[in-house]
């Protein structure tokens, strides 16, 4: 606080409110109405989040996703969420040990009118047949329906070993008893390959990765989009805040005078730096939805603000996006693991370590970040203390200090 008692700088202004981020509060410019979205309501005014196709599926699914991991207590969210128009809801049989699924169940055994209207997506870690079946019908129990809109193997990175012929005739087979009607997998690592891999097979239906304003601009992402659209494949960017990836380098350049003045430039024109990056995604009409993080009432407002918002990125909003995004490459991990962990022995999960550090100190979701760390492979941990990092530093391209920041993240997670 300087000047005045109780009255912040511009400076302090500026950061208070890039700190708000999603949760602060943002008066679309112009609105959609319902007959703008073309999206039928009750009430022709009311606003809505509007819709994309999704691929060639010939489904058509609300721009803004409800992810996250909800819980029961929760209801006045989802349904606030389907009163907006957001009819495309994401969960995991892992987020919460189930408890998300377990609390959309709940909804839809409240609202049962409110089902066919969803487009409802699960995902599993696995591709062994026995183990989807046995999974997807746990996950049907628990979320009161007969069948899930899209079913997705979680945490894909290498489609040649796990969208096999066995995971294949799995699809063909559950499309068929019309226990799902589409298939497809998310990527947080490799993305590119697996997207360009999938294009190729054509049985996919839909891809969930990780896409944002820093990968979005790299030659390679947009091949694998292109290619991607191509094959009709229906795509959901997440993680589109590309949040930090390590506890120490969440300052990095954010407090800048180039950062404080990109946070000032959104705010003018009546968003956060936060909305402009999912409106920089949504500029991109081959992304069908983005799937966000909207765990309280403030956040889905502002998320659904966003997704009403018409006033377009200008080449210099963009511009600075693209600053921001070097400036502080060395916070972020882009998920190239094909990248480092050929570089380094004894079989180190770079990017999965990573992973977990983002969602304990970048989301504060350290729940998630100890289920996912629990699970890496034994002796991993040990390994992160022994091997030899230089030549993984070297090639990484985002210049990030693998071997100092997994070591911190171990010893914190540890
Ligand atoms: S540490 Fe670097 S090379 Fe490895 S996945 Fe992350 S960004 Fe890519």
New binding site residues.
């Given amino acids: 606080m300087s000047g005045e008692k109780g009255i912040l700088s511009r400076r302090e202004f500026i950061k208070a409110a890039g700190a708000a981020g999603l949760g602060s509060a943002l008066v679309p410019l112009r609105s959609l109405t319902a007959a703008d979205a073309g999206t039928s309501t009750t009430g022709s005014e009311q606003m809505v989040v509007p819709t994309r196709p999704f691929g060639k599926t010939g489904v058509d699914v609300s721009i803004l996703s409800l992810g996250g991991v909800l819980k029961d207590t929760d209801q006045l969210v989802f349904r606030q969420a389907f009163k907006s128009g957001i009819t495309y809801w994401d969960t995991a049989d892992s987020y919460g040990w189930g408890s998300n699924e377990k609390a959309i169940g709940n909804y839809f055994a409240k609202f049962p009118g409110d089902r066919k209207k969803v487009f409802l997506v699960t995902k599993t870690a696995s591709s062994n047949a026995q183990e989807l079946s046995d999974k997807l019908n746990t996950s049907l129990q628990r979320m009161n329906t007969p069948y899930i809109d899209m079913y997705l193997i979680h945490y894909v990175s290498d489609v040649s070993k796990e969208l096999t012929p066995e995971v294949k005739a799995w699809a063909e087979s559950a499309k068929s008893k019309g226990t799902i009607r589409l298939f497809g997998f998310s990527a947080h690592?490799n993305m590119e390959n697996s997207m360009l891999a999938a294009a190729k097979l054509g049985w996919v239906d839909g891809i969930m990765m990780s896409y944002n304003y820093r990968l979005m601009v790299k030659d390679e992402m947009k091949r694998a989009v292109d290619a991607c659209a191509k094959a009709g494949i229906g795509l959901t960017a997440m993680k589109t805040q590309a949040t930090f990836?390590a506890n120490f380098y969440a300052s990095i350049g954010s407090e800048t005078d180039d950062a404080l003045k990109m946070t000032e430039n959104f705010l003018k024109k009546g968003y956060t730096t936060e909305q402009a990056k999912l409106k920089v995604v949504w500029e991109n009409t081959h992304i069908a939805s983005i799937c966000s993080a909207m765990p309280n009432m403030t956040i889905l407002q502002a998320n659904i603000d966003a997704a009403l918002n018409k006033q377009r990125l200008s080449e210099g909003d963009k511009q600075r996006l693209e600053q921001y995004a070097r400036e502080t490459a060395p916070g972020?991990?882009?998920?190239?693991?094909?990248?480092?962990?050929s570089?380094v022995d004894l079989g180190v999960p770079?990017?999965d370590i990573?992973r977990c550090s983002m969602y304990a100190h970048g989301y504060g979701c350290r729940d998630m970040a100890l289920s996912l760390f629990n699970r890496l492979p034994t002796g991993a941990r040990d390994n992160v203390f022994k091997a030899d990092y230089s030549k993984?530093?070297k090639?990484?391209?985002?210049?990030?200090q693998?071997g100092r920041?997994l070591k911190r993240a171990c010893e914190d997670l540890g």
């Fill in positions: 690592k990836s972020y991990c882009s998920g190239c693991a094909h990248i480092c962990e570089a770079i990017s990573l993984a530093e090639s990484c391209p985002q210049k990030i693998i920041v």
